[in-house]
């Protein structure tokens, strides 16, 4: 029982790529059944008396994996019975799987490339990277780790994050707690995950909300609870909405504008200006203004360049900018600056009670 357990956690990307071995070895293309019966990660589980579902969506779900990452997969009609796909033949043209005879990698490229894909092995995007991995080597990149030198880890910190790149590599729904900032107490969801996505240099879960029907980004330090993984797939045609949403997300930053002045060679400045774009000659600072960690918040700042960006979330960015000190002041708008005032308030009296026990 242990043994074939253990062919059954085969990973995802061997799986795959021994796909992509069978399909390109065999020119005449092979049809379904020779698949599953030969191929490593198929063979262990298929019966050709006792058919399983799960392994034919499986099948499915790696064609549509080897096309996204631009292998193409060609598929064969039955001269004897056109449209029956457990006839039809499937084949990958070497040729075509080739880089275009203009493109090429030295050396040291392709170093980069696979010291990319390493960089998250040990973070939640462990099954992305992998599927880079795999494109590398399908495309003829055969590089030996051990001789990097390093093996760099630019891992997440957020707990939510790996159970949530399971889910969505396996299509299970999940549970979770989550806390909005106007609310005090969390609230159970139910969702879909479609896809992580960074933004503002932070992690986002795109996902269906499956008990408000409705595509909805959140933010993964908000999850208060564990992600609670459920046995239920959900169904593959919501993957097409994750797009949407990401679009949906890109025109609410185009629509919620912020300014902040920051001080000249600061931390600040090195963190917001990559997310939006200098102001030259920008408006005054407003003596309502808050001068983040100042005793006196009417206080202006000297010398600084004024940064517009856009922002998913201004409860989130009031956050980030109150944590850089004096090195930043909220311009507009009123709503931002109202919160970060807020929040620098709170943080000075919880100091000054301290100060005074």
Known sequence: MASSSA?????SEERVFSLVLALVASPQGLTKSELLSSVYGYA??????KPDP??????ERDKTQLRELGIPIETIDSPLEAGN???SRYRIVKDRLQLPEQ????AEELTLLKMASLAWRDGSLDSA???ASMKLVSLGVNLDVRNLGIAPSLGMREAAAVPLQAAIDERKIVRFDYRLPNRETALERRVAPLRLHRAEGRWHLVAHDLDRSAERIFLLTRITSEVRIEQQEFDAALLSRAQEALDNMLKLVAQQRAIVRVQRGSTAEARLEPRGSVISGGADTPESAVQSGSSDPARELGEGVHIELGTLDYSVLAS???GFGDEAVVVEPETL???TTRLLETIREQHSGAADG
């Open 44 to 49: 262990e589980r298929y019966d050709p008396r």
């Open 7 to 11: 062919r059954k956690r085969v990973p």
């Open 337 to 339: 600056r109202a919160e």
């Open 103 to 106: 493109v090429r990698f030295s």
């Open 320 to 322: 980030e900018i109150a």
């Open 54 to 59: 799960a392994i034919e969506r499986q099948f």
């Open 129 to 131: 990277s992998r599927w």
């Open 85 to 87: 796909n457990q006839l």
